[in-house]
């Protein structure tokens, strides 16, 4: 098993700036990647960006590229999202994700192709 906890969220305004962290504790060497989700009420939960734990591939939905940057620090276990230029389309519960890499065909932009998940962190975008 693997354990995530995500850290970070909160209130900004428009323009502004945030990063979230998600700690990685458990059975961490069976991890292939890990991701960003986000869910706005009444919204299906949707796919934000995620990195492969073992290189440097990085892969963003289009409404975040250029804005948002994922990255990790294996030594911590850790992946970090840092948010710029936020827009108020934004707001939403931030959810941490890590897949095990099993899926075959998987593109790992969806949900169903993650394995664990932290209990999410609230980021609110005022405009």
């Known amino acids: 098993q693997v354990q995530l906890v995500e850290s970070g969220g909160g209130l900004v305004q428009a323009g502004g700036s945030l990063r979230l962290s998600c700690a990685a504790s458990?059975?961490?060497?069976?991890?292939?990647?890990m991701g960003w989700f986000r869910q706005a009420p009444g919204k299906e939960r949707e796919f934000v960006t995620y990195?492969?734990?073992?290189?440097?591939?990085?892969y963003y939905a289009d409404s975040v590229k250029g804005r948002f940057t994922i990255s990790r620090n294996n030594v911590k276990n850790t992946v970090y999202l840092q948010m710029n230029s936020l827009k108020p389309e934004d707001s939403a519960v931030y959810y941490c994700?890590?897949?095990?890499?099993?899926?075959?065909?998987?593109?790992?932009?969806?949900?169903?192709?993650?394995?664990?998940w932290g209990q999410g962190t609230q980021v609110t975008v005022s405009s």
């Open positions: 994700a890590a897949t095990r890499g099993i899926y075959s065909s998987a593109t790992y932009y969806y949900p169903n192709e993650y394995d664990y």
């Open positions: 458990g059975r961490t060497f069976s991890i292939y990647a």
């Open positions: 990195i492969r734990w073992n290189g440097a591939s990085t």
